[in-house]
């Protein structure tokens, strides 16, 4: 599996200002993806970061509000723009892991997370 | 619309008893299942994966999957304290996206 680190891993941040998620994998991999989990809740999806093109954002999620760069196979980022106090949530960067060999399928591996509060 | 639904729980079992986890998805498409472990705040960790219909073992772990029924079930044999988490399934449809569909995740709280 695919080691992922986050960057920060946690941050308080006041309402109107802008953070920015790093998201970086130990390999190349094809799809990186930016989740939302809110307290108690499951995870949302965002976006999916696509290397050299712009993201394939979900229903609910908006560029400008969480614009994501991808510039190569191993590197993603993640800005949560004008933020407000419902942006709090932790923001997990997850990677797809191919098809093993026979047998194998593929899945989808987490990054620690960043957890972010919004005052 | 795909869908994932697992009971929220919290489910209790004392130690060392089988926990039973269910799951049920709406999509007949979907071709691979995942649990998910996801201890408070943290990120959620792989477990299991299935595939085929049937059980899949692994240590304590015991994964069934019967796609008649469109069910998906996790076993914890001796269950311990420090399995004492957020279970989440996930079920995805053959092809080349990665993208799951996840369930709101089940706690799971092993007293001693």
């Known amino acids: 599996s695919a080691v992922i680190s986050q960057k920060p891993s946690r941050d308080i941040c006041q309402r109107g200002t802008s953070l920015t998620i790093q998201c970086q994998v130990d390999?190349?991999?094809?799809?990186m993806f930016w989740y939302r989990q809110q307290p108690g809740q499951s995870l949302t999806l965002i976006a999916t970061?696509?290397?050299?093109?712009?993201?394939?954002?979900e229903s609910g999620f908006v560029i400008d509000k969480f614009p994501i760069s991808r510039p190569n196979l191993t590197f993603s980022t993640l800005t949560v723009s004008n933020m407000s106090p419902e942006d709090s949530s932790i923001y997990l960067c997850s990677v797809g892991s191919p098809k093993a060999t026979s047998g194998g399928t593929d899945t989808q591996y987490f990054g620690p997370g960043t957890r972010l509060t919004v005052l | 619309q795909k869908e994932v639904e697992q009971n929220s729980g919290p489910l209790s079992v004392p130690e060392g008893a089988i926990a039973s986890l269910n799951c049920t998805y709406s999509?007949?498409?979907?071709?691979?299942f995942f649990w998910y472990r996801q201890y408070s705040g943290k990120s959620p960790e792989l477990i299991m994966s299935i595939y085929s219909n049937g059980d899949k073992e692994d240590g304590r772990f015991t994964a069934q999957l019967n796609k008649a029924s469109q069910y998906v079930s996790l076993l914890i044999r001796d269950s311990q304290p420090s399995d004492s988490a957020t279970y989440l399934c996930?079920?995805?449809?053959?092809?080349?996206?990665?993208?799951?569909?996840f369930g709101r995740g089940t706690s799971l709280i092993v007293h001693p």
């Open positions: 390999s190349q991999v094809t799809m």
């Open positions: 970061a696509n290397q050299g093109s712009e993201a394939t954002y």
């Open positions: 996930a079920a995805k449809a053959s092809g080349g996206s990665y993208i799951p569909t």
């Open positions: 999509d007949r498409g979907s071709q691979s």
